[in-house]
């Protein structure tokens, strides 16, 4: 079992809109909040956004091409919530990415929807069956 999952991101009020927004949508709910941080719980797991004083600063952000996380993978309940989300992302900082080929992406038994935040960070809702 995953224990948490930890991102270091530019800018701690964007990444709470898109991914408190994303992982509240999904049934996780608020866990921890510190002044560079927040992290978000379901079960035994967390995902934690932060900005930390520790991060090395410089114009390259993250970028899911490059070596290090390409994306994170999420369950929706159904291909209806899969289809809510999507359409809510905008308003909430998502972009979807391969548009022409949603929501089969992934491959023609594959049911997703692949977003991407304004800080490049790739989220992955699959629909279960």
């Known amino acids: 079992m995953l224990h948490h999952v930890e991102l270091w991101v530019p800018d701690l009020d964007r ?13 996780w709910t608020p866990y921890q909040n510190w002044p560079d941080g ?27 091409m490059r070596p290090g996380l390409n994306h994170l993978a999420f369950y929706a309940p159904d291909r ?14 998502w972009t979807l990415l391969f548009p022409d080929r949603h929501p089969y992406a992934g491959g023609p038994d594959h049911y997703a929807a692949y977003l991407e935040n304004e800080d490049g960070f790739e989220a992955e809702l699959v629909a279960q069956e």
């Not at 990444?15 to 049934?27: D, E, I, K, M, V």
């Not at 995902?47 to 090395?56: D, I, N």
């Not at 359409?87 to 909430?92: F, Q, R, T, Y």
Request: charged fraction near 20%; hydrophobic fraction near 40%; avoid cysteine.
């Open 15 to 27: 990444a709470t809109g898109s991914w408190g927004w994303l992982l509240g949508s999904l049934g």
């Open 38 to 64: 927040r992290s978000w719980r379901l079960g035994e797991t967390y995902v934690v956004v932060e900005r930390s004083p520790a991060m090395r600063r410089g114009d390259a952000g993250h970028d899911r």
């Open 80 to 93: 209806a919530t899969a289809d809510a989300l999507t359409e809510a992302a905008p308003a909430h900082g």
